[in-house]
């Protein structure tokens, strides 16, 4: 960060300027800053819902971009994330007052036998970035474990992680248990890690593999905007 940039007085600049350097601020993973911005924001009058959209998440998927296209390495977009988290931690509650929408809910875990969960915390960190609930349910995950988060949140995808080529076959064992609960096409199934491939994707009956945490952003986006034709139909039909 070069002297001229320490100096700046947030408070000075527009709301428009705020906005950008707020993305420049996320990019270069400053935390203080962004906490002080949305402040900022807020203390104008912006809605907590705008401040997420178009300050945060805007400014996560710049992040998702240069991460995707190599421009970016993992510690960065995990510096970026926690930035997005202090800001996140302040909007939450307001959030939650408002009933702002979200752009889905999430269960991510990495699955039985494996411990391995960067991976999994860097896709958990850019789908809030992005604007979705996401519950993480630890690593190590039987069965059982991924059951009882879509009973408590019924979330509208699950995700599952795995860095070993052993507990790869784990994944099938969940979607099968699905499929024998009559569950499956309730949800968005997304699988990820190093081993994995689109054939073996497709191979145990999950809805998309994932290569990196900025193309599980973008494919649940694609879900769920084919999902809300079919949310807004149900909810017109219960109002």
């Not at 527009?14 to 900022?40: C, K, R, S």
């Not at 705008?50 to 970016?72: C, H, N, Q, W, Y």
């Not at 499929?179 to 054939?199: C, H, Q, T, W, Y």
């Amino acid at each position: 960060m070069s002297e001229e940039e320490d100096d700046l007085d947030l408070a000075t600049l527009n709301d428009e300027e705020l906005v950008l350097q707020m993305h420049d601020d996320l990019y270069d993973g400053l935390a203080d800053e962004i906490t002080a911005a949305v402040n900022i924001l807020l203390g104008r009058g912006w809605a907590p819902y705008d401040v997420l959209t178009k300050a945060l998440v805007e400014g996560m998927r710049i992040v998702g971009v240069d991460f995707r296209d190599g421009i970016l390495f993992v510690p960065e977009v995990l510096l970026a994330a926690n930035s997005m988290k202090a800001g996140m931690f302040i909007l939450k509650p307001l959030l939650a007052e408002t009933g702002a929408p979200k752009m889905g809910k999430m269960v991510i875990g990495t699955v039985k036998g494996d411990i391995h969960d960067i991976g999994k915390n860097l896709v958990g960190m850019m789908m809030e970035g992005a604007g979705f609930e996401v519950i993480d349910i630890g690593i190590n995950n039987p069965v059982e474990n991924y059951l009882a988060a879509i009973e408590e949140h019924q979330p509208d995808i699950i995700g599952m992680s795995a860095l070993l080529t052993t507990t790869m076959p784990y994944m099938k064992v969940v979607i099968d248990t699905l499929v024998e609960k009559g569950m499956r096409s309730d949800f968005i199934v997304m699988v990820g890690g190093a081993p994995l491939n689109e054939a073996f994707a497709e191979s145990i009956g999950a809805d998309a593999y994932c290569r990196d945490a900025a193309m599980a952003v973008e494919t649940a986006k694609e879900f769920m905007s084919h999902r809300q034709g079919s949310v807004a139909a149900s909810m017109a039909e219960t109002a």
